[in-house]
C-alpha cells in the first residue's frame, strides 16, 4: 500500500508539562479531563528499550494505547491508519517525542503503531495505559494483537527514509 503524510483520525498527541522546583519535575501523564471522552486507561505498565531497539509494529482490535513518553530517552514514533473505514486510511504519522518533546499519545484499534529509540546511549522509557487488560480478566483471554514484527526491518527502513 502507498501511505501518504497525515494526522490520523482519533490519535490524539497531548504535550506535557513538566513542573519542576528544588526536588526535581513532576509531570501529569494523563488526566480523565484530557484524555478522549470515554476513554480511561485499565492497567499500566513501564517498559523500557535499548539505544536503537524498535518495538512493533503492532495494532489491536479492541484495545487502545494511551503511550507517555516522557524520559528517559527520546524516540520516533510511527503510526499509520490500517482501518479501511477511517477518513485517515492510508496516512502515516511519524513524529518525535520523548525527553525532548514529552508527549501523551492515544492510538485507538486499527492504527499500526511502532517505536524506535533514537537515543545514542540512553536506555528509553515509555508508560502505557491502555483501555483494556493485557489477556483479558486474570490473564484468560486472547491478547488482542495483530503482530508485524516480522516485517520489523523493512518496517523502520521504510520510514527511516521519509
Known sequence: M???NGKIHDVALLP???YLD???YLVEIFRSDTLPTGLMPEMAYVSFTEPGVGRGPHEH???TDIF???GPGNFKVYLWDA???SETYGNRHIFFAG???PLTVTVPPGVVHGYKNISKTERGMVINGPDKLFAGKDKKE???EIRHEENQDQFFKEFESL
Open 83 to 85: 482501518r479501511p473505514n
Open 142 to 144: 486472547k491478547v488482542d
Open 2 to 4: 502507498e501511505y501518504k
Open 99 to 101: 525527553t525532548d518533546n
Open 68 to 70: 507517555t513518553f516522557i
Open 61 to 63: 482490535e479492541t484495545q
Open 16 to 18: 506535557l508539562k513538566k
Open 22 to 24: 528544588d526536588r526535581g
